[in-house]
């Protein structure tokens, strides 16, 4: 009698488009022995920041809709209690706030007021920037939301690899930080920026309705750097690319058609000193599209007469404002060229993971070029061969 055998297991790879693919792009080595392997990362500030300011959204969010409290909301009575509620959450996952950037839950100080948060403490820069995100942008965007932390899924065929496919196909995955309903007739500060966005307008002519859906997505992070002329930086074409492959999904999965996208910058609103040397750069390298035109000429003459330890300078609320928000207009060409980048990474990742399946060590089947910045922070740059920051040689383990 002839037994039969155990088919093989089927799996299709997985990818997140914020885990796997921008982790990828940032350097292959990096994100094999964070991702793929058993290592957890350090908890660069970024990241902490980033997580906080996504909880605290979501629920002042929540907050709103129970209880319709008008704007602005006084930091100490009803953003601080957000805050508390969301550290506490993260900590029980095991993150904890970076010290000298958050007051911590049992914190001594409890006459905490709105004027303890100022630009120039860094104890108190998550707090201000909560405050900010919530007062500058909550009261126009509570009101549009039709939903929060949406997940979404797809399948794409797997692209060609130099090797074995593992699959035909792979998975992406993601999750949309805010789905909102606009009616471009409403009077809102956020529909007035949508309204400015000449492409936007074009596609709203073209659609001819007055509702439509728009993803939004918010960034722990200030506006990266972009050339005008076409040579972007990789992070600014990517958060691109994010929003226009949220939008592949959303049309797969439930037949809505998003035809804009927007990224709130947070750090924008209240920037660090790591911030303001970096848009100091920007707008002395004409390496941006907000900031760099006259409309702004005092406060690029403030930031450019500003030193590293000199006081926080006092920048127009338009400047911070405007820089904050980024308009993404979607249309289908762009959806394939997105989705066409993408195929290219899994490409990469699958070709690596290949690799190493058929016996490459590590270091050889991933590709390892890290900027000079993620060497410098990054947890493994004491083994790295490419380590840019290297001092010394290390035994390759
Ligand atoms: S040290 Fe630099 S090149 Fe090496 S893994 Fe880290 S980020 Fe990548």
Redesign the pocket.
């Known amino acids: 009698m002839k037994l039969s055998s155990k088919s093989k297991p089927y799996m299709i790879p997985e990818y997140s488009l914020t885990g796997d693919l921008l982790s990828y792009l940032?350097?292959?080595?990096?994100y094999r022995?964070q991702n793929k392997g058993t290592l957890p990362p350090s908890m660069p500030v970024q990241l902490w920041f980033g997580e906080f300011i996504h909880g605290v959204m979501e629920e002042a969010y929540l907050e709103w809709e129970s209880k319709k409290t008008e704007f602005p909301w006084d930091w100490k009575k009803d953003i601080r209690p957000i805050e508390d509620i969301i550290d506490r959450r993260l900590q029980v996952r095991g993150l904890y706030p970076p010290a000298n950037h958050f007051f911590t839950i049992n914190h001594p100080d409890s006459e905490l007021t709105i004027d303890d948060l100022n630009e120039y403490d860094h104890k108190k820069l998550a707090s201000a920037r909560a405050e900010k995100a919530i007062n500058v942008w909550g009261a126009d965007l509570f009101p549009l939301m039709d939903s929060a932390e949406v997940l979404i899924k797809g399948l794409r065929d797997m692209p060609y690899t130099k090797n074995d496919k593992r699959s035909k196909y792979y998975g992406i995955n993601g999750v949309i930080d805010v789905l909102s309903l606009v009616n471009i007739k409403d009077d809102n500060k956020i529909v007035r920026y949508l309204k400015e966005n000449k492409e936007f307008n074009k596609l709203a002519e073209k659609y001819g309705d007055d509702e439509y859906e728009i993803i939004i997505d918010y960034k722990g992070m200030k506006r990266p750097p972009n050339d005008v002329k076409g040579s972007n930086n990789e992070n600014w074409d990517y958060h691109e690319r994010q929003i226009l492959t949220y939008s592949w999904l959303r049309q797969k999965q439930e037949d809505k058609k998003p035809i804009a996208g927007i990224i709130f910058y947070l750090n924008e609103l209240v920037p660090s000193i790591e911030d303001l040397k970096l848009i100091k750069d920007d707008i002395h390298y004409h390496l941006t599209d907000v900031g760099d035109s006259k409309e702004y000429e005092k406060d690029i003459e403030l930031i450019e007469n500003w030193q590293d330890d000199d006081e926080m300078p006092k920048l127009s609320e338009k400047f911070k404002i405007d820089r904050s928000i980024r308009i993404i207009p979607i249309d289908d060409d762009k959806i394939n060229e997105a989705l066409e980048k993408f195929d290219d990474v899994v490409e990469k990742i699958e070709t690596s993971i290949i690799k190493e399946i058929n016996g490459s060590k590590i270091q050889d089947a991933w590709s390892?070029?890290?900027e000079e910045r993620?060497?410098s922070a990054?947890?493994?740059?004491t083994f790295?061969?490419?380590?840019?920051?290297k001092t010394k040689d290390f035994t390759i383990p």
């Open positions: 940032t350097c292959g080595l990096q022995y390892a070029e890290g993620t060497c990054c947890d493994f740059k790295c061969k490419n380590n840019k920051n």
